[in-house]
């Protein structure tokens, strides 16, 4: 195998590895957002929802669900008439997302806006396990408010660890008061930041090193109908203050329906921001085009009547970047981030196809360009080579000389296999691919007996040497969905799979891991007997150089049961003699998959290889994936 380390082919944009994130299979609600208490503000449709009322006879108090006009984002408070002397008997309990994950003498933060109209009431708030045993509790007593909404908090610690706990909330006392957004977060989220994420999820995420974070989606930027599409300026400012959306994945799309699923936007564009920006990604949203999802009700807004939606483009770079003199500026200042967010590129619809996506497009491209020409735009792409969509689709795309098509596969691993070489043929100047959404289905697309296994991991390293091989075409790419949870999920296979408290990375995670923490600056050529490395002796390969440590990186995949014995000559190596690493992922059965019980069954295994005269032998396991790092 030669490899050519003074030829330099194409640059690696730093973008080129990245995460998709969407609120699917509670990735956001009931995920990454730390919100422990489900229907938080009595907002859902049934809005007791995740909630027991219990009110022991005789009894002792009352409960009116009230709706205020005047708050057109937050209507629902609670209304509690207290008439009780003893904490257990009138009150509610909720029971979470999937029940509440709890840790061992960790601190739990309960806050809650009220407001006193009369008498003295005390709220015993706290956690108990399924059993009814108390795990923490604390009281507040609430101050008379003058009839003004305030918030609360008080925070207690839990004695014992608990997968499905739930939480409750006691009213003694006599007297009347109202609540709203009753609340509860672990005090370890990400960065020990209030009303936070889930610092585990968060921590894989850094841990990938990710290029950029594709948010908020998915076809949840579509919505089921326009009405409940993804609209940003709902996400922003005040928790209190964002309205209860729908979640799109409530709907059944081919499996597991999930009645209880609506977005809080809690992680809402300033979470999404902050989040890129502290795991080092580049952020890039995702705007409704004035279509919805075409799975769905398809519906469309006429092309004359797009003004708000491209508003909303332009306002969202505004507040993302604008000084915070400006109207959308000061909002983000407001809440806490006067820096911009250096947003730098900014996705136009998700799988929008046809020419009715065309014709949006174009008015929408026209728009933001004129007025940030700076901003690259992300095109809604086909996959299909034999589908005339998508052919006319990308096509039409090129001619109109698109920055940045966005492509999504959810394939059999063969096709994966058979494609690392599909984008040897894409021309080099002109518009640029996202590989925006990929996985390799065990089964077929969106089955539920989809897995996430050793083989369709593996296919997807020997598809992303084929990425790599074309950075010249290919700036970015991204394993989806990204996170699932065991108990909520709605689509298979996922990159991380959660339950309340633990976590673990699949085998695609760590693929995924190692392109991305072995990015490399620039690709080299590497070839065997003359050919790209793209299935022949069943091997996969890619070459770069990462310029700042002064180093070689090779991928190698081998997708065959045999051991492949291998010399590598490094052309150009300065020195003769050098030393390197391997980190290895391999498995000799390919239906391994990593699990809670065994999270790193299948994670890169580090090893140490010598180069002698410029050579360096490698046999490469069967089924496996090595990246290779010499000193130039
Ligand atoms: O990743 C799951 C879904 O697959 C996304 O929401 C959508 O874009 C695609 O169809």
Redesign the pocket.
């Known amino acids: 195998i030669a490899v050519n380390v003074r030829e330099q082919v194409a640059p690696i944009a730093p973008t080129m590895w990245g995460v ?1 994130f ?1 609120d ?1 299979n509670l990735g956001a609600d009931g995920g990454i957002y730390a919100e422990m208490v489900k229907n938080r503000s009595f907002e859902f449709p049934k809005p007791f929802m995740g909630w027991k009322v219990v009110r022991q006879q005789p009894i002792e108090g009352d409960m009116e669900l009230v709706n205020r006009p005047d708050n057109v984002n937050n209507p629902r408070y609670l209304r509690l008439k207290v008439s009780s002397s003893e904490a257990g008997s009138f009150g509610l309990i909720n029971e979470g997302f999937r029940g509440m994950g709890v840790k061992k003498d960790l601190r739990y933060d309960f806050s809650v806006l009220y407001r006193v109209i009369s008498g003295n009431v005390v709220l015993h708030v706290g956690l108990r396990d399924s059993l009814g045993n108390v795990l923490g509790e604390n009281k507040l007593i609430l101050p008379a408010s003058n009839d003004q909404w305030q918030k609360g908090s008080v925070s207690f610690e839990s004695a014992k660890r608990e997968l499905k706990a739930q939480f409750f909330v006691w009213a003694t006392g006599s007297g009347v008061v109202d609540i709203d957004m009753v609340s509860l977060f672990p005090a370890d989220t990400w960065k020990n930041r209030p009303g936070g994420l889930r610092a585990d999820m968060v921590q894989l995420l850094a841990d990938m090193k990710p290029g950029f974070l594709r948010f908020p ?4 930027v579509e919505g089921y109908d326009l009405s409940q599409r993804y609209q940003w300026k709902n996400t922003v400012g005040p928790v209190e203050d964002r309205p209860l959306l729908i979640n ?1 994945w409530n709907f059944e799309f081919a499996h597991r329906p999930t009645p209880d699923y609506f977005q809080t936007f809690g992680l809402g564009f300033f979470e999404y921001f902050q989040l890129a920006e502290d795991i080092g990604a580049s952020p890039l949203p995702i705007l409704n085009c004035g279509m919805a999802c075409q ?1 769905n009700t398809g519906e469309l807004v006429p092309v004359e009547n797009l003004d708000p939606y491209i508003q909303d483009a332009l306002d969202l770079i505004e507040f993302a970047n604008g000084e915070v003199s400006t109207t959308w500026g000061k909002v983000r200042a407001r809440m806490g981030h006067p820096a911009p967010f250096n947003l730098r590129m900014m996705g136009v619809g ?2 929008n196809w046809g020419p009715q996506y065309i014709e949006r497009l174009k008015v929408f491209t026209q728009a933001i360009k004129a007025k940030y020409p700076e901003i690259t735009l992300v095109n809604s792409g086909g996959t299909d080579p034999s589908g005339e969509r998508f052919d006319y689709l990308n096509q039409t795309l090129r001619e109109m000389k698109a920055d940045v098509i966005d492509e ?1 596969y ?1 394939r059999r691993p063969e096709w994966f296999l058979s494609n690392a070489r599909r984008y040897d043929s894409y021309p080099r100047n002109g518009s640029k691919v996202f590989a925006g ?1 990929y ?1 390799a289905q065990s089964d077929k697309m969106v089955s539920t007996d989809n897995q996430n296994n050793w083989l369709t991991a593996m296919s997807e390293a020997a598809f992303m040497t084929g990425l790599e091989r074309n950075s010249a075409v290919v700036q970015m790419a991204a394993y ?2 990204l996170f699932a949870h065991a108990d909520g999920w709605q ?1 298979r296979p996922d990159l991380i799979w959660v339950n309340n408290l633990d976590i673990f990375g699949t085998t695609d995670y760590y693929v995924q891991q190692l392109f991305s923490t072995n990015r490399g600056n620039y690709t080299v050529p590497i070839s065997m007997a003359g050919e790209v490395m793209a299935g022949g002796d069943s091997l996969y390969a890619t070459a770069a150089i990462d310029s700042e440590h002064q180093e070689l990186i090779i991928k190698i995949v081998n997708t065959g049961a045999t051991p492949q014995q291998k010399t590598f000559r490094l052309n150009g190596l300065a020195k003769a003699n050098s030393s390197g690493t391997v980190q290895l992922l391999s498995n000799p059965e390919v239906s391994v998959q990593n699990s809670f019980d065994q999270p790193k069954r299948i994670s890169p295994q580090t090893a140490t290889v010598a180069v002698r005269n410029r050579q360096l032998p490698y046999t490469i396991a069967p089924y496996a994936f090595a990246v290779i790092r010499v000193k130039l």
């Open positions: 998709f969407e699917i989606g998915g076809c949840i799109r799975f998700n799988e999504h959810y959404e996985a989806a969905p689509w």
